[in-house]
C-alpha cells in the first residue's frame, strides 16, 4: 500500500528494497540504484546549470546544449563505475561504448540523457529514459530488454520502472530518496487523451483519419513537447494514447528506436498498454543501427489498434 492514511504512520519502500524482493540479479540491483543516483546529479544540472549551447552536434547533426553534454557525461561516468556495465549507447555519443569485453554477469544500457532539453529554458518537465540488456549486444529488439525505465524532472522527480513484473513508480522525497509511490501501475484499454506529434500537414490520410476518430470520441489533447512527461500522463492516468507517425518526408518519425521507444514500449506493454509502429509491435523490431528511427502509436491497446487500421488505411 504506498500511500499512508492520514494520521496513520507514512508506509515508504525504498528503491532498493523494492528491487531485492523481485527475482533479479545482485548486479541488476545495483545499476537500477547506480541510474537513480545519476538522476540526482542531472535535475541538479537541469536546475541549475547552464542553457546555452554545447558547440557540439549529436549523431543526428542536431545541436548539442550544454545540458545535454553534462548530463550524457554524469550517465556514462556513473555507468562506467558501476562495475556492472560492458556497453553504453547514448542518443548523445556517436558510437557505442565499451566499458569491457568481459560480459559474465553484465548488462548493456542505451539512454537518452536528457530527453526534450530544448524545453528546460522555457521551464517545462523533461527527462532521461534508459533500456537494460543483460549481455554486450545492444543491437538487439526491444522484447530482450531486461528492465527500462524514466526519470522525470518536473515539479516532483520520479522513477518508473519495470523489470518486466509490473511497472512501479517512485517519487524523490526531501530527502532525495526514491520512495515507492505507485506499484503495479495499469492501464485501461481504451483511453481519452492523446498526445500527437510532428506537424499535422504532413500527416497522411489515414493519421488524419485517426485523429479525427480521437476527437469524435471526445479525447482531450494533451502535449507537451516532452516524451517524458506526455508518456508518464498516458501511462499513470492509465488512459490514452501517445503518437509520433511517419510524416510527409520523415516515413520513420522523429523518435529513437534504441533511446526512447524501446524503453517506453517495455514500460507501456508490461502496464497492460501496447506500443506499434503502425505495423508491428515495437518491441519486435530488429535494430539495424543506432540512430534507427521509428513512428511509433503507444498507449491503450485499443486505441493503438484502432490506430493501426487507420494507418494501414482500413
Ligand atoms: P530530443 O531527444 O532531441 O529532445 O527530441 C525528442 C523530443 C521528445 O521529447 C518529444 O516527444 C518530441 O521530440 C517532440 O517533437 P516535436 O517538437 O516535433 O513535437
Ligand atoms: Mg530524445
Redesign the pocket.
Known sequence: MPYSEPGKTKFQTDLRRHLRAKNIEDNLVHLICEIAEASKYVINAVRTGDLGVAGTSNLYG?EQLALDVLSDRIMRKRLIHSGVVCKIAS?EMDEIYEVTTDSDGMYSVAY?P?????LVDVNLAVGTIVGIYAGCDLLQEGRKQVAAMYILYGPRVSMVYSVGDGVHEFTMNHLMEFTLTRENIRMQPEGNIYSP???RNKYSEGNEKFIRYLEAKGAKLR?S????P?INQVLLKGKGIFM?PALNGSPNG???LLF?LNPMAYLVENAGGAASDGKRAILDIKPESLDQRAPIYIGCSEDVSKAMEYANGN
Do not use: H, Q
Not at 536528457?114 to 530544448?118: A, F, Q, R, T, V
Not at 513537447?225 to 517524458?228: A, K, L, P, R, T
Open positions: 542536431e542518443e537518452d536528457l530527453d526534450g532539453s530544448s506529434g510532428g506537424l502535449y513537447g516532452g516524451f517524458v506526455d509520433y522523429k523518435l529513437r526512447e
